[in-house]
């Protein structure tokens, strides 16, 4: 009998983790998997010999448009990479190497103290929402419900010391940007969490493709593996994860430089100035931009002076966890239902708290 955990109890006990030490890490990437990673590559080394071309031949050797695709494109990968990786290493510590009983031997069980606990984990998980995914793909397959996962995944990108450092260094305490931010991040991966653990079957949030990787024989087994059996677990989960997050990393990529190509940036200015449209303006650049949340602060910056603080606000809470890169990474993992109900949860929050901060700033 298969089966994937239900809602909060129990949602982190030691005794049926989703696929211990590497019971669901041993089998393969799925040959299209393969396949997607392989054309990938074959696309990101095109735009990488197209950009290095320009830049040793000198302008006009790509039609503008053409070099400006290519160039945000390259930047959105290139940001976001470091921190993939990471969340991938990440996710086989969790999944591979942490003991079964890791997580319940200290986080409550009371399900709403545990996920306010959870959102707080980003403050020692320095990574951005790029790396949040693959990290919480491993907390679902170490044990985690599927609502305390997406508790961790929102709240992460925003409740961890880079994106407050450098959030801080942006705005210091003015206009209550930097509270709003941390707060409206905490609240709204609470309420997300909060919402979703109601779903009984949990099942039924996962893409299909996840969950079957989930599965586990609820009677089966649990062997403790020596540390050959581990490294071997470790190499084929991160060549499983490389298949699965890269080819969606370079589609939502490749998506944000085609719409920043397109749609002028002069559109959004025009609004910045409206209590109302500003906000709805900077969610859209967000959207767009498709930036990562450790940096996002020191882009939007140069805004300030056109927008009102209640649309930098709802810039810094939107983006990190609804943009074109992050919903093709989340794709992954749930289905576009859950996707869209999280876009349009996320999109009502923050701009709701914009709205405040303007009306009090």
């Known amino acids: 009998m298969t089966t994937l955990r239900t809602a909060d109890e129990p949602a982190l006990g030691g005794d049926a983790p989703h696929g211990e030490h590497g019971e669901h890490a041993d089998h393969p990437p799925h040959p299209r998997g393969r396949r997607l990673l392989g054309a990938g590559l074959v696309v990101l080394a095109a735009l990488v010999a197209a950009r290095a071309a320009t830049g040793a031949l000198g302008p006009g050797i790509l039609p503008d448009r053409l070099q400006d695709f290519v160039t945000l494109t390259l930047s959105v990968i290139v940001e976001s990479m470091p921190f993939v990786l990471l969340g991938i290493v990440l996710s086989i510590v969790v999944q591979v190497w942490l003991p079964a009983t890791f997580f319940a031997a200290w986080l409550p069980r009371n399900p709403v103290l545990r996920r306010a606990v ?5 403050v020692f998980l320095p990574v951005c929402e790029c790396g949040n995914v693959p990290l919480a793909r491993g907390l679902v397959v170490k044990g985690f419900s599927v609502s305390d996962s997406m508790t961790f995944l929102i709240a992460a990108p925003i409740v961890n010391p880079i994106t407050i450092l450098t959030t801080y260094q942006a705005f210091g305490w003015s206009d209550g940007v930097l509270v709003s931010r941390v707060l ?5 991966a609470n309420l997300l969490g909060w919402l979703y653990a109601k779903k009984q079957d949990q099942d039924q949030l996962l893409a299909p493709a996840f969950a079957a990787e989930c599965r586990v024989d609820a009677g089966g087994p649990h062997h403790e593996h020596g540390a050959g059996m581990r490294l071997a677990s470790s190499a084929t989960l991160f060549r499983r994860e490389m298949a699965t997050l890269l080819p969606a990393l370079f ?3 490749a ?3 085609a719409v920043q ?13 409206n209590p109302v449209w500003s906000i709805a ?7 767009v931009i498709s930036i990562c949340s450790n940096v996002d602060a020191f882009f939007v910056l140069p805004f300030a002076s056109t927008f009102l603080p209640g649309g930098l ?7 990190p966890i609804v943009d074109i890169k992050m919903l093709t990474l989340l794709r992954t993992t749930y289905r576009p239902v859950v996707l869209v109900q999280l876009a349009l949860v996320v999109g009502l929050v923050a701009a709701a708290l914009g709205l405040v901060v303007n009306l009090v700033a």
């Open 261 to 273: 190509t397109l749609v002028p940036r002069s559109v959004l200015l025009v609004l910045g100035s």
């Open 118 to 122: 959870i959102s707080l984990l980003g």
């Open 281 to 287: 303006a900077m969610m859209a650049l967000a959207f």
């Open 255 to 257: 998506i944000a430089g």
């Open 251 to 253: 589609v939502g990529a």
């Open 313 to 319: 606000v709802a810039f810094l809470v939107f983006g």
């Open 184 to 188: 409206g991040g905490f609240v709204i």
